[in-house]
């Protein structure tokens, strides 16, 4: 396991281990003051108004702390000067902190946080599993982009794993390509009989072609056997 | 009719009229939904800049013969009003051109699966989100006539 040392700078009376933060936020018409909206938060159901309401700081859950520090130093100038914060820790943080702080990440959807504990992992050493773990880890953070990159890189790594190469196919950046064909007056009319009729037949699935109805249905799979087929037709919910 | 730069390069060769709507009943802003192909498929979809990937309504989906087994299994993302488990997969998208060529993008889709308690809550059959779908198409819009204009990206912009 590869690690990397770093020395905690030494911070004067500062406990080393504080207790988690909680930050209160003041919420007017629907803003809140602190990062992300409210309407990310539609299942709340609140009625927001003005009010004051402890919010929960994203990084409590997202940045789980590295064990007590089982190195370090005394700083004896500081001892002899009587400052309380005196020990000097030489935290270890190891690869698989990084990756355990990706975890913490994604199960809070901290993209933010995700994305720092990603940027500290040396990916060149990492094997494949890690790779893509850290795909799944990446989509349920919320951080796809990453996910993206993650697949690319791990699939140029280690081009014989056959589930690295179909992560990084998958979640590639789109291609696009043109696909010659007679222009498509119906589609027109079948615009046109949505914004017409659409109403009348709200939440149901119908069957167009070239602006004619060709049937109705609840679902999908009704219109489509009522039409006998699924070329030659819009088959859509109606909006 | 289709868009150029100055110097005469177009920058969309391609049109559709599109439907501007709300798509579903608890909404009242309109969305530009557009009318596209997957697989054998035309159904509609609807523009959402701010979202990801391509999403695709389950039962369409399994019209379209997917195997979750084939694709990256996602943990549960919030989509519309529920958070669902799902999968990616690699699927060719076309627009359909009313004006000029159909475009196709191959792109990434997320498809909920559903346990069996489980029922789709949306509206609509398909979501065209920016990442992993339009972020590589040039695209613009006309609210005078209700036209979206597309084209793809010189291969110098790639």
């Not at chain 1, 494949?128 to 890189?153: C, I, K, P, W």
């Not at chain 1, 109705?216 to 070329?231: H, P």
């Amino acid at each position: 396991m590869i690690a990397q040392t770093t020395t905690r700078p030494p911070r004067a009376a500062r406990p080393l281990w504080p207790a988690e933060e909680v930050t209160i936020g003041v919420v007017q018409s629907g803003v809140a003051s602190t990062s992300g909206s409210l309407h990310d938060w539609p299942w709340l159901g609140l009625d927001l108004g003005t009010a004051i309401w402890p919010v929960i700081a994203p990084k409590q859950k997202s940045e789980r702390r590295p064990s007590r520090p089982e190195a370090g130093h005394w700083n004896t100038d500081a001892l002899a000067a009587g400052v309380d914060s005196v020990f000097e820790p030489t935290v270890v943080v190891t690869e698989d902190d990084g990756m355990a702080r990706m975890e913490a990440a994604a199960e809070a959807g901290d993209e933010g946080a995700f994305l720092a504990a990603k940027d500290s992992v040396d990916w060149e050493t990492r094997p494949a599993e890690d790779f893509l773990r850290a795909v799944q880890l990446a989509l349920s953070a919320g951080a796809h982009m990453a996910a993206r990159n993650l697949a690319a890189q791990g699939a140029a790594r280690f081009p014989d794993r056959s589930r690295l190469a179909k992560y990084a196919r998958i979640l590639a950046p789109p291609r696009v390509f043109r696909a010659p064909a007679q222009p498509n007056a119906g589609i027109r009319a079948n615009r046109d009989w949505m914004m017409a009729h659409g109403a009348q037949y709200h939440g149901r699935w119908v069957a167009l072609r070239e602006g004619q109805l060709l049937a109705v249905g609840d679902s999908l799979d009704s219109v489509i056997a009522q039409v006998g087929k699924t070329s030659g037709a819009l088959f859509t919910k109606v909006y | 009719m289709l868009l150029q730069f100055t110097g005469g390069t177009l920058f969309a060769t391609d049109a559709a009229p599109y439907a501007y709507l709300p798509v579903t009943a608890r909404e009242s802003a309109p969305r530009v939904i557009l009318s596209i192909r997957l697989g054998e498929i035309e159904t509609s979809a609807f523009v959402d800049t701010g979202g990801v990937y391509l999403l695709c309504a389950p039962q369409l989906a399994y019209r379209l013969g997917l195997n979750p087994q084939d694709g990256i299994p996602v943990p549960p993302l919030q989509w519309g009003r529920g958070r669902f488990d799902g999968a990616l997969h690699r699927v060719n998208l076309t627009f359909i051109a009313a004006d000029g060529d159909d475009l196709s993008i191959e792109s990434t889709m997320f498809v909920p699966l559903l346990k069996a308690e489980e029922q789709w809550p949306e509206d609509f059959p398909c979501i065209l989100g920016m990442q992993g779908c339009l972020e590589r198409l040039r695209f613009a819009v006309d609210p005078s006539d209700d036209t979206f204009y597309f084209g793809e990206l010189a291969q110098a912009d790639y």
